[in-house]
């Protein structure tokens, strides 16, 4: 990956400079210079703000396009963890998404007033490989419906703003249930604001970034944090090799690069460290 | 703008933006006919009075995506996607930077939270070349909301050299304006699908 700068006296632009980065992937981005108090080219400034309409405007919108395609009734997500896949989700409405929310029926039946009244809710069957779970086999409720204030309360969740899906994990061992309360960026920073900075100091570059803390029914916050965020797959690899973190799945398999549609890391904030990094695809359900 | 008498060469070669020449008849054979003999000799400066450079125009129907945590609020029309994009478009190819090019995405990608909407305007050249595009040619996007002529003056005009950022990315090229809350998405283009604009490049 090659990046290529430079600055020209440019009288169409607003600043009467244009700052252009040229990427070995054959783009080319063009924007107004940024400059200093003294009217110099701030060359990080520029620099920072090319790399991001390249990462934004052109790679992660073409992600964007791509997936506003499938159908969000009908889908099969999969998350890659340690090189590995590790879970598969499933559409409600699907074979294998209705063969899981029967047994949700089955065992939880009042713990929401329905697991399939919204076609996108995702769900899956799985055995966490990751703390705060435990190694019991679960099964995950995604759901596209805003959760109750009853719910909320009885996790003890008290944020002001959720974004407009959570999770429920569902010990099928133990029968305990756990909220992922999923929260939008500012209201991380709202209500976790050390921990907010910390993570972000952390992450790779990162746009439309949300996070999720997990509540138990005894109102315990757990210490690992969810944080997710769309990046490239270029910059993410070059991350991770930065800083010993552990890609999450082959990168030499176009296959699922070509599906990626949003990436997750763990942060624990006992550590202060991210533990671990996730990949999610998307693609249409088929038998 | 359109041509006004006195009209001048200058006038002509700045208003017919797809060449750059002090030549009646390069301009003349460039400009866009429409109803008028334009294009043939014999040539006259005369015949620009009142001329508009529209490079196309068109109606934009567009298709609505209430947007998630990850992926902004789309407004607008998009060739990309399959089966066959988003919304629609009525206006014809036209030629941008030497090729001809189709209008491919006009849209607003409005992200959750506290960042602002923007709007995306993307050309793409069809064919196998992948050489890089110019950010040369046109002057204006012209918007006129709920409307399917360009009767009374554009809702919105952006100007080419006025985009927050200009991409080269074959064989698409692509402007961005914003972010900014002037591009509101209940506007540009609603909050519903099939509402209908009309959509000139001059």
């Known amino acids: 990956m090659t990046l ?10 607003p600043t009467g400079l244009t700052s252009r980065l040229e990427h070995s992937d054959g783009c080319i981005i063009e924007i107004p210079s940024r400059l200093n108090e003294d009217q110099t080219i701030n060359h990080w400034k520029c620099e920072q703000a090319l790399v991001h309409v390249h990462e934004r405007d052109i790679l992660i919108k073409a992600t964007i396009d791509n997936f506003r395609s499938i159908d969000a009734t009908n889908i099969i997500d999969r998350t890659y ?19 899981i929310v029967e047994k949700l029926k089955e065992t939880w039946p009042d713990e929401v007033a329905s697991y399939d009244n919204n076609g996108m809710n995702l769900v899956a069957e799985y055995t966490p490989t990751r703390p705060p779970y435990n190694n019991n086999p679960n099964i995950s409720f995604y759901s596209w419906d805003p959760a109750s204030p009853e719910l909320l ?17 569902f010990d099928t061992v133990t029968n305990d249930v756990i909220l992922k309360a999923v929260i939008p960026l500012f209201e991380m920073e709202r209500v976790y604001p050390q921990t907010y900075n910390l993570i972000m ?20 916050i757990n210490d690992n944090v969810d944080v997710y965020f769309q990046g490239s797959v270029d910059s993410i690899k070059q991350w991770c090799t930065s800083y010993g973190h552990t890609f999450p799945f082959d990168i030499n398999d176009q296959n699922i690069i070509k599906k990626i549609f949003i990436w997750g890391c763990v942060y624990n904030t006992t550590s202060g460290e991210l533990t671990h990094v996730k990949a999610y695809t998307r693609e249409s359900f088929s038998l | 703008m359109a041509i006004q008498f006195p009209i001048s060469l200058n006038a002509i070669n700045t208003e017919v933006a797809s060449v750059d020449s002090g030549s009646l008849v390069t301009l003349s054979q460039n400009a866009n006919e429409g109803l008028s003999t334009l294009n043939e000799a ?37 060739g990309a996607g399959a089966p066959a994009g988003y919304g629609s478009w009525t206006g014809s190819n036209f030629q941008y930077d030497g090729d001809e090019v189709q209008l491919y995405q006009l849209a607003n990608f409005d992200p959750a939270g506290s960042t602002a909407p923007s ?13 890089a595009f110019n950010n ?25 050299t006025s ?16 972010p900014s809350s002037s591009y509101a998405i209940s506007s540009y283009f609603g909050t519903t699908s099939n509402n209908t604009h009309h959509i000139e490049i001059l």
């Open chain 1, 81 to 99: 963890m340690n090189g590995t896949q590790i879970r598969t989700d499933y559409s409600v409405a699907t074979l294998n998404g209705q063969a």
């Open chain 2, 42 to 78: 014999p040539y006259a400066m005369s015949e620009f009075d009142d001329y508009t450079h529209i490079l196309t125009s068109g109606n934009l129907t567009n298709y609505y995506s209430s947007g998630n945590q990850y992926a902004p609020a789309y407004s607008g029309y998009s």
């Open chain 1, 4 to 13: 290529t700068y430079t600055h020209f006296e440019n009288v169409e632009s």
């Open chain 2, 163 to 178: 985009a927050s950022n200009w991409s080269s990315a074959p064989p698409s090229v692509n402007w961005v304006w914003g």
């Open chain 1, 201 to 220: 100091d952390l992450l790779p570059s990162n746009h439309y970034t949300y996070f999720a803390r997990i509540h138990d029914k005894d109102g315990n």
């Open chain 2, 119 to 131: 709007l995306f305007l993307t050309f793409y050249r069809p064919g196998s070349d992948s050489s």
């Open chain 2, 136 to 160: 040369v040619g046109w002057t204006s996007l012209n918007i006129y909301l709920n409307q399917t002529n360009n009767n009374g003056s554009p809702d919105l005009a952006l100007a080419r």
């Open chain 1, 153 to 169: 309360e009885s996790f003890g969740a008290h944020y002001n703003e959720y974004v407009e899906w959570y999770g429920l994990k």
